[in-house]
């Protein structure tokens, strides 16, 4: 009866790491090869694994024990590399024997792949902005690189919930060409 509960964990390891790799904008064969190495761990006959771009299908299976299938829905996808490395250097070390079942789990579980702040984001934005205006306006007005590099504050300066808000929302197109009113 324990060894169930282990297979599922494998079987829920396996298919959260692939979940991980591909919201994050992994390839899909490295999804599957990643699925396929974590199951493989499990000393079970038959691992499968079938990714596509919206979908994770797999099974576990083995004449002494019954089949298991998870097959997970991916409703949204981005690009994290940063994501993609933690969770490759996770199953790295759970195939390797470097990590227990549980840890890898928790590990994946609990992954906050967070690698910038938002004030370090903010910068960057800011910097960005600097560099096109001084770069693309070279025969500019001074007018121009300090509008360009002004600009690049607003969001930042005044969030959503600043009173300005409501300026921004008058100077939106009419309720006709709003994509609320089409469903």
């Known amino acids: 009866m324990e060894e169930k509960k282990d297979y599922k964990l494998y079987l829920d390891t396996a298919t959260l790491a692939g979940k991980l790799m591909l919201q994050n904008g992994a ?62 250097d996770i199953s790295r070390k759970f195939c390797s024997g470097q990590m227990t079942l549980k840890e890898a789990f928790h590990d994946l579980k609990h992954l906050d792949s967070r690698q910038y ?6 910068l960057g934005v800011i910097g960005v902005a600097l560099f096109f205006a001084l770069v693309f306006a070279p025969g500019g007005t001074l007018w121009r690189r300090e509008s360009t590099v002004c600009s690049s504050f607003c969001p930042f300066v005044f969030p959503n919930g600043s009173r300005l808000t409501p300026l921004w929302r008058r100077c939106s197109p009419p309720c006709f060409w709003r994509r609320e009113q089409w469903s």
Do not use: C, H, W
């Not at 490295?30 to 761990?41: H, P």
């Open 27 to 88: 390839e899909i064969y490295r999804v599957e090869d990643t699925i396929q190495r974590m199951l493989a761990v499990s000393g079970l006959k038959t691992a499968e694994a079938y990714v596509t771009a919206t979908g994770i299908m797999v099974t576990l299976d083995d004449p002494k024990e019954d089949s298991m299938t998870v097959i997970k829905r991916i409703p949204s996808r981005g690009t994290d590399l940063n994501t993609v490395s933690i969770v490759n």
């Open 117 to 122: 702040t938002e004030f370090q984001k903010a």
